[in-house]
């Protein structure tokens, strides 16, 4: 009888955690941004613009001596799938876009067929 109370105190606590995570569904870390990246000009847009449009970068670092900022937006479903999107932005000396790559599980964004090129033209993938 005393072996059955324990373990009804300790995991009575684990399956009300249990329940408020199911009904809670998710958890988001970032911040969401569209997905669409046409405005985005090699050379011309600058790390001022992209400040004023996305906010502060989620992370920032270096590839290869190259600055970069990242945007990123992840859900984690407790139950169900994860998914993620990410923006990374690669600057040049005077703080124009030198390159930029987008990455997106979303089914959503899934749908895209088409890639865009540094020169700005559309081309199969």
Known sequence: MLNQ???TIFFKP???CF???SLAGCITRGSQFASDTDW????STTQESVSKLLGNPHGVGS???????TYGFYKYGFIGT???KELKLYWNPNRTVKDYSFNSSFP???NVSTTKKA???WVEP
């Open 82 to 84: 994860n998914a993620q």
């Open 5 to 7: 109370m324990k373990r």
């Open 63 to 69: 590839s290869s001596g190259i600055p970069t900022w």
């Open 119 to 121: 020169t700005d033209t």
């Open 14 to 16: 684990l399956y009300l």
């Open 19 to 21: 329940g408020l995570l």
């Open 108 to 110: 959503e964004d899934r």
């Open 40 to 43: 985005i000009r090699i050379g």
